[in-house]
């Protein structure tokens, strides 16, 4: 595959760990502790196939209300995981960084974070973004709020400068496993142009041949960002004839 085929910045939803565990009669848990070897095989592909950017949802802001046993187990999973991958990610020149609200998140998970960031924040070959404790309304919200703090006018261009994914370009591709064919309040205002594809792969599930079937179709997409087919392909328009 042409490498001007490959989206330069994927984000995914990962969704169905609790439903791959329970089709093997295995505590949801466990779903989340294959979707972290799902991530990981992802993210090795992703930089294998030119992505440059790979964001994933990794806990919204709504998955508070999940059972309180489920939540804790996951704020385990998770900072254990981040102790454990972040030589490997450093060793594998991967750029770490989370976005979302940091507020209410305990001082282990907080430091895991932290410190997983500033490890690898020399790494320049494939950014990983990982929103945990993140939705996109909140995004949109503590933007404007910035720019209501600052005093500047709350216009298109402020408020993409004041997101929480100001640091890369918006995602080519939105890919979502599990079956739904939703947002979920993921990257909203970063999404306005970004191509989607559903799968029902459960995100365990989730291997290189699901990502390059997700790229095949990315690049059959035509992108025209309110143009026309005529535009894009340089040829004159009935408005240029005028």
Same mark, same amino acid.
């Given at each position: 595959?042409?490498? !001007?085929? $490959?989206?330069? /910045?994927?984000? *995914?939803?990962?969704?169905?760990?609790?439903?791959?565990?329970?089709?093997?009669?295995?505590?949801? *848990?466990?779903? /989340?502790?294959?979707? $972290?070897?799902?991530?990981?095989? +992802?993210?090795?592909? +992703?930089?294998?196939?030119?992505?440059?950017?790979?964001?994933?949802?990794?806990?919204?802001?709504?998955?508070?209300?999940?059972?309180?046993?489920?939540?804790?187990?996951?704020? !385990?999973?998770?900072?254990?995981?981040?102790?454990?991958?972040?030589?490997? %990610?450093?060793?594998?020149?991967?750029?770490?960084?989370?976005?979302? !609200?940091?507020?209410?998140?305990?001082?282990?998970? %907080?430091?895991?974070?932290?410190?997983?960031?500033?490890?690898?924040?020399?790494? &320049?070959?494939?950014?990983?973004?990982? +929103?945990?404790?993140?939705?996109?309304?909140?995004?949109?919200?503590?933007?404007?709020?910035?720019?209501?703090?600052?005093?500047?006018?709350?216009?298109? $261009?402020?408020?993409?400068?004041?997101?929480?994914?100001? /640091?890369?370009?918006?995602?080519?591709?939105?890919?979502?496993?599990?079956?739904? /064919?939703?947002?979920?309040?993921?990257?909203?205002?970063?999404?306005?142009?970004?191509? #989607?594809?559903? &799968?029902? $792969?459960?995100?365990?599930?989730?291997?290189? @041949?699901?990502? !390059?079937?997700? *790229?095949?179709?990315?690049?059959?997409?035509?992108?025209? #960002?309110?143009?026309?087919?005529?535009?894009?392909?340089?040829?004159?328009?009935? @408005?240029?004839?005028?």
């Amino acid at each position: 595959m042409a490498y !001007d085929q $490959v989206p330069h /910045h994927i984000a *995914i939803v990962m969704d169905g760990n609790g439903r791959w565990a329970n089709k093997r009669y295995l505590p949801r *848990i466990a779903g /989340h502790r294959q979707g $972290v070897e799902s991530l990981k095989r +992802c993210a090795k592909a +992703c930089d294998a196939r030119g992505v440059r950017v790979l964001t994933v949802f990794a806990f919204s802001s709504e998955n508070w209300k999940r059972p309180t046993e489920e939540v804790s187990s996951l704020m !385990d999973l998770f900072a254990m995981a981040l102790t454990r991958e972040v030589k490997q %990610l450093k060793e594998d020149g991967v750029q770490l960084r989370f976005v979302g !609200d940091r507020r209410g998140l305990s001082p282990r998970v %907080l430091r895991s974070m932290e410190e997983g960031e500033a490890a690898t924040a020399g790494n &320049t070959r494939l950014v990983l973004n990982a +929103c945990f404790n993140y939705g996109g309304r909140w995004d949109i919200a503590q933007a404007a709020q910035k720019l209501a703090d600052q005093g500047l006018p709350i216009t298109e $261009v402020n408020l993409n400068r004041a997101m929480s994914m100001a /640091h890369v370009a918006d995602p080519d591709l939105v890919i979502r496993t599990g079956g739904e /064919h939703r947002l979920s309040n993921f990257l909203l205002w970063q999404t306005a142009y970004s191509e #989607f594809f559903f &799968t029902d $792969v459960l995100w365990p599930d989730f291997d290189e @041949a699901a990502l !390059d079937q997700a *790229i095949a179709s990315f690049a059959q997409r035509e992108r025209r #960002f309110g143009m026309t087919s005529d535009q894009l392909d340089g040829e004159p328009t009935s @408005a240029d004839a005028v």
